[in-house]
Antibody, heavy 125, light 108 residues
Framework: QVQLQESGPGLVKPSGTLSLTCAVS?????????WSWVRQPPGKGLEWIGE???????NYNPSLKSRVTISVDKSKNQFSLKLSSVTAADTAVYYC??????????????????WGQGTLVTVSS | EIVLTQSPATLSLSPGERATLSCRAS??????LAWYQQKPGQAPRLLIY???NRATGIPARFSGSGSGTDFTLTISSLEPEDFAVYYC??????????FGQGTRLEIK
């Protein structure tokens, strides 16, 4: 059973950099899966931030791309998120998730099948 | 970017009733659509993938249908634990993956 656990500071100052790590257990980050970050502002919906493959290939949400860096550390079986120049609008619960692979007649499809419990990051001075 | 619009925003029903939730895409996503359930204080849980396939361990009372731009999640007979927020998500045209704004299913 794959488990994911987010960690990092719960409070970040405006204009600072938000840094989170997601530790993966029960499976290898070097598997055929992508690994993703999703956030949810308090009382609001879900927003995809980006994803990474163990090779280091990344995809980012265009709305956040200029501020986001996702990296992977295969030796520690974990991946990380950095979000720069944060404002109060970046206050949210941040989730890490595995992108599971499913197969239909057209080939593989990809959805979020395992999630961390989430960690609240508040941007405030 | 594909926009997903869910309706209704809130659905008030009683246990045992049938729930029908809708998700409409701004352009075709073929069948590349998933449904997630989220309970307060918890992470989302994958219910349905590729529009109509139940994820592992999901009860048969949950079913999904649709293709192209119009999708439906049906819960045939509501159990007390089904009252939650439900999100649809597309993976057809990415990045970005996009989610709907959610439908809150509440006890009447």
């Amino acid at each position: 059973q794959v488990q994911l656990q987010e960690s990092g500071p719960g409070l970040v100052k405006p204009s600072g950099t938000l840094s989170l790590t997601c530790a993966v257990s029960g499976g290898s980050i070097s598997s055929s899966n992508w690994w993703s970050w999703v956030r949810q502002p308090p009382g609001k919906g879900l927003e995809w931030i980006g994803e990474i493959y163990h090779s280091g290939s990344t995809n980012y949400n265009p709305s956040l791309k200029s501020r986001v860096t996702i990296s992977v550390d295969k030796s520690k079986n974990q991946f990380s998120l950095k979000l720069s120049s944060v404002t109060a609008a970046d206050t949210a619960v941040y989730y890490c998730a595995r992108v599971g692979i499913y197969y239909d007649s057209s080939g593989p499809t990809y959805y979020f099948d395992y999630w961390g419990q989430g960690t609240l990051v508040t941007v405030s001075s | 970017e594909i926009v997903l619009t869910q309706s209704p925003a809130t659905l008030s029903l009683s246990p045992g009733e049938r729930a029908t939730l809708s998700c409409r895409a701004s352009q075709s996503v073929s069948s590349y659509l998933a449904w997630y359930q989220q309970k307060p204080g918890q992470a989302p849980r994958l219910l349905i993938y590729d529009a109509s396939n139940r994820a592992t361990g999901i009860p048969a009372r949950f079913s999904g249908s649709g293709s192209g731009t119009d999708f439906t999640l049906t819960i045939s007979s509501l159990e007390p634990e089904d009252f939650a927020v439900y999100y649809c998500q597309q993976r057809s045209n990415w990045p970005p993956n996009t989610f709907g704004q959610g439908t809150r299913l509440e006890i009447k």
